[in-house]
């Protein structure tokens, strides 16, 4: 039986998930460290502490609606091989991060959508709040809070050590961005 060949880079779909939720990641990540850092009653950039936790539910919601289709492709589409040159404790690194990267982003909107939900004020989404269970349930949001927090500064240290895989790839040589769809991949 043949195995199949790993292919260089990631499928377009892949490619184009992967910048989306990473912008509306990014998005997430600025807009709560801009409201964890606007005191009450005073204004970042003009916006204060709740306009910007808005913007960050709503972008978060966005976010959200992508995670079916991103786990979908990645259950469907083979990953490409490891990068060229790196040794087995980076390629081990790598997956490690990878599979982390795809828990958190199932279970921060999760947690997220819960909070609102059984929170009792709902799900606001740029302007409109997408009403929350008719009974309030305090302890399940309570709880789903907890796991948000901690788990969202996990992730933001994750998206970091990301980002820097990425800056490192790029220093040492490897068509980093090719394989996630910017450029062309070397002859």
């Avoid at 992967?18 to 990641?25: K, L, N, P, Y």
């Avoid at 040159?85 to 999760?110: C, N, R, W």
């Avoid at 959508?113 to 059984?118: A, D, S």
């Avoid at 788990?151 to 980093?176: M, P, S």
Wanted: charged share 15%; with cysteine; aromatic share 8%.
């Amino acid at each position: 039986m043949a195995t199949a060949i790993k292919p260089l880079n990631y499928s377009k779909a892949a490619c184009a998930m992967h910048w989306a939720m990473g912008a509306g990641m990014v998005g997430c990540i600025g807009t709560v460290q801009a409201a964890m850092n606007t005191k009450p009653k005073e204004k970042t950039l003009g916006l204060s502490k709740m306009e910007w936790m808005k913007y960050h539910k709503s972008i978060a919601l966005l976010v959200a609606a992508l995670v079916p289709a991103r786990l979908g492709i990645r259950l469907m589409k083979q990953a490409p091989a490891h990068v060229p040159g790196t040794t087995k404790l980076e390629q081990l690194a790598a997956d490690a991060s990878h599979l982390a990267m795809y828990g958190f982003i199932a279970v921060m909107p999760a947690t997220g959508i819960t909070m609102g939900y059984f929170g009792g004020k709902g799900l606001p989404f740029f302007g409109y709040t997408i009403p929350g269970a008719a009974e309030k349930d305090g302890k399940l949001a309570g709880q789903a809070f907890k796991i948000h927090k901690q788990a969202g500064l996990f992730f933001e240290y994750l998206t970091a050590l990301h980002v820097g895989a990425a800056v490192t790839h790029l220093i040492r040589g490897h068509a980093i961005l090719a394989r996630i769809g910017i450029g062309a991949m070397p002859k």
